[in-house]
Each structure stands twice: as structure tokens, then as C-alpha cells.
């Protein structure tokens, strides 16, 4: 995210308090440890949800006009970060179509509770790239990323990882083979 937006106030929360507060201690950029989700996403430009949460634990009711959401935890069917309104206030893109469809709590549990279709989805991050869908129309709309990983994606960080520790000549080689 850093790379093509400016980040000037980062808010975290953790069921953990602990964890939470690690993570703010090891940022490159300064973060503020929050008592509650809402807290920390009260006025919020990009919401980042990373849990393994079986219940919701970001409202609709919370999210900013013109936020942007990265849903990239839950990635069973039977787990879900995001209540209803949350999914359905917002433009969706995914990563691949067809594993939101059977395997996106997030997504399912929203098309059950008759909130949203098939068709909420405007498409794959692909087709948003390669300029075949918009995912945001207006500064005010909210837009949403779910992300249930793929391998091409696990590949590029990797590849990310490995070029960068190259060039700081930092890291330990592990053979691989025999």
C-alpha cells in the first residue's frame, strides 16, 4: 500500500493486545495501537482486515466514504470479517472469481443473508489491471479487495523477498535438493 499511496497515520487492533502492540513496535512507519476495531478504523481512507475470524469484526456501519478495504483474512466459507453491509456497500474486486463463489465467507454468508448476487463481484484484479472493469466511479464509494490467495500472488512476494534480499546481501541460502 505504501508504494502507491501516501500512509501518514497507521491505527491497529488486535484481539491480542500483544500482538497488536508488536506489530506496532517493528513498523517502519509509526502506529498507534487502538482499544477497539471501530476505533481503529473511525475515518479511515484503507481498512487492511488480516484474521481468522469466524464472526464479523468490521461493520458496514464504520467504513468512511471513499474507503478502501483489503480483505485478505477469513478465507474459509464458514469465516468472514466483514458483516453484510460491510460487503454490500462496496464495489467488489477479487482475485479469482471462482474460489470467492465456493470458498469466501465473507461473500457467501452476504449473498445468503439476500444482500447482494453473483453479480456484486465486477471482477478479478486482473480484469481491474488490465482496465476491463472500474472499481471506483466516485470519490465517495467504498471499494472492496477480497483476497483468498493464489498462487501467483505467493510467487510475486516470494520473488519480491528474494530479489530484495539479493540486493542487500542479507538472508541465509537453504538447498533445496539433495
Given at each position: ?38 476505533a481503529a ?27 478502501h ?25 477479487v ?11 465473507d ?6 443473508d439476500?444482500?447482494?448476487?453473483d ?6 484484479l ?29 510467487l ?11 540486493a ?7 538447498p533445496?535438493?539433495?
Amino acid at each position: 500500500m505504501r508504494a502507491v499511496r501516501t500512509i501518514r497515520r497507521v491505527r491497529v487492533w488486535s484481539r491480542t493486545p500483544a500482538n497488536a502492540q508488536r506489530f506496532a513496535d517493528t513498523s517502519p512507519v509509526p502506529v498507534e495501537v487502538m482499544a477497539t476495531p471501530q476505533a481503529a478504523v473511525a475515518g479511515a481512507d484503507l481498512i487492511c482486515t488480516t484474521t481468522a475470524s469466524r464472526q464479523p469484526i468490521l461493520e458496514g456501519a464504520w467504513i468512511a466514504p471513499g474507503a478502501h478495504i483489503n480483505a485478505v483474512g477469513a478465507c474459509f466459507a464458514a469465516t468472514r470479517e466483514l458483516d453484510t453491509p460491510a460487503v454490500a456497500c462496496a464495489r467488489l474486486i477479487v482475485d479469482r472469481k471462482e474460489s470467492t463463489l465456493n470458498e469466501s465467507g465473507d461473500f457467501l454468508f452476504a449473498r445468503a443473508d439476500g444482500a447482494i448476487t453473483d453479480d456484486h463481484i465486477l471482477g478479478e484484479l486482473g480484469d481491474l489491471l488490465l482496465g476491463h472493469v472500474t472499481a471506483r466511479r466516485s470519490s465517495d464509494e467504498v471499494t472492496l479487495f477480497k483476497s483468498l490467495g493464489i498462487a501467483i500472488e505467493d510467487l510475486a512476494a516470494a520473488h519480491y523477498i528474494y530479489t530484495q534480499a539479493i540486493a542487500q546481501n542479507v538472508g541465509v541460502s537453504v538447498p533445496l535438493g539433495p
